[in-house]
């Protein structure tokens, strides 16, 4: 077994050369020289684990480091002592298997090993992926990181699901990985589920790193979630080899969105939209002789849009629809669209696909964050056609997305509100706390404290259909209120945009906010039309998501005031709407408060347009709180917010 040993050696004495000669520190790291404060930290026995080879890190103390490479590879004389030892080991491996389970140490998901660390060394060495270890956690000191902050979900995560390999480099996507599995992190999960989790992680694993995946900066754990938001889980374990290496292939962009923080490119105007990327002369060239697509009335463009309801039960699917149909006005018979309605299901989602596809349909429209999953899916199934989903900050590259700067218009819907209010008490009917969401009611509260610093605004939630939130109101004597945008078309009230109740309880509208989807389709059409959707990605890089982001100052956004309102309520509103359509004026300029303490002061930049978007707390003069995701009654929006909803610590 000294062939074994010297050809160790070898391997060893190579890597401490290399890493020598880079000026690194060539000898395997120990835990007390990387956490001086070792001591210190708080001792959590674990048991005995199945450690993964790949996540030992070093061992426990300085004692052995000179005996290996950084590696874990050997480098003392083939004539030592050590030496003989460590062939000793490799003949009980594979004559009998090392049996007895090392002790090693965990700290921040990586392992140190107090005893056995040949063990290691001659494991690594044979190709053996996996060690019983008998395991002891350090807790690290507390501290405002994002390492800390994932670790601490990581525990979380353990103690219902004990699975030490899974790593993520973001927080929240712990929890995301329990939304797909229809789990959460306070449960413990049933040992199927977390079997399935266990053996489709380790054979997604090896094909992706088969493909190359060790040279993206991401943790495969990251790259398996995004496989799991567009397969399932159990697609893994049932597929064949050969189609799952071809959908890591087809999804490889999707990995490189995860490898950058600034993944999603927001484009805020339609001139973004048309800007040219640098070309060199001979694409140029290249972009004369390729004619664009022409489009006519015997060859129109086609364009599909599948619905989760009707518009006849739905507020959200009957304004899109009113989009759609004038779409198809605005373009004079060369633009062709269709509908799907009730495609609440994979099943019906794949179906309607399949027949835009044979309908030669060259876009597909959703319009809800809850059928980004199918929509990436198919978008990934059928490259040929064009997917574009409504929501805001869900990062894919083979789905475009598109929302409006909403928050805009409530600014000044919440100024107008606290020009008509007399007791400066204000009500706000808010939907579900998914990305944007936040930012509407803080903008609306912003608005209205600009007018009339007392004014206090009492939220409710639509999602959240147990609260008796008019009986609050009417406690509270609140009759300016801000509700739903649209009117439901099944219950055809006045109970929506911003409106007044009297003392006799009679509902008077003032204003509403208008979101003209048949404007932003009309936009996002014209690109395809002129070329400039296929040619151009106006900011967006190759890892980017591109995502329009319109406002009012595209016109796809505004308010729409009554004949009710004062000359001077209506003065108001139209001077801070020109300054913001001009972007002299934004509700998130200066020093921003939220019910706990300063966001902003008052001398630091404009709050980023990223940072609007994943806003996690409400304004200071906002009376109540955001729901978490079990406190939602409404199943739809319950998973819309599993999908989209905002997570703590994104301010």
Known sequence: MSEDYNKAKRIGEKQWNKAAAEGKDPALPSLDVLVPEMLQLNEVPIGLVEIPID??????????????????YPILSEKSEFAMKWSNLVRAQLTEGIRDAIKVYEYMQRFYVEEGNKRVSVLKYLGVPVVLGDVIRLEPLPADTKEYRIYKEFEQFYAVAPFYELSFSEEGRYERLASYMDQNLEETWPAEILETVRSAYQYFKAIYLEKGGARLPITVGDAFLVYLSIYSADSLLSESRQVLARRVEHIWNEFLVTTTADNIALVETPEEAEKPKKENLLSSIGGILKKAP???AEHPLRAAFIYEKTPENSRWTYGHELGRNQLEQAFGGIVKTSRYENCSDDESFVKAVEEAKAHED?????????????TLREAVAHPEMRFLNCSVNLSHSAVRTYYGRMYEAKFLLGALAASVADNHKIGYRATSPIYGTIANINAFAIGAAIVDPLARIYLSWISKEDEDWRQWMREEGVRVQSGPDLIKPEEPGREYGLYQVDEGGNVFNLAMPVWDWGRYYELIIGTVINGAFDERRGPARKDQALNYWYGMSSGVIDVILSDKISYYSRKLVTILKKAVIADTLSPFDGELRSQEEIVKAADSPRLSNRHIITMDYLNDNVIGSIPKIEEITDEKAKETVKVSGVKEGQK
């Open 294 to 296: 022409l489009y006519t």
């Open 55 to 72: 996540m030992i890190a070093g061992t426990r103390t300085r004692g052995r480091t000179s005996a290996f490479s950084a590696d874990y």
């Open 362 to 374: 060259e876009m597909v429209f959703t319009i809800s964050p809850s059928q980004m999953r199918a």
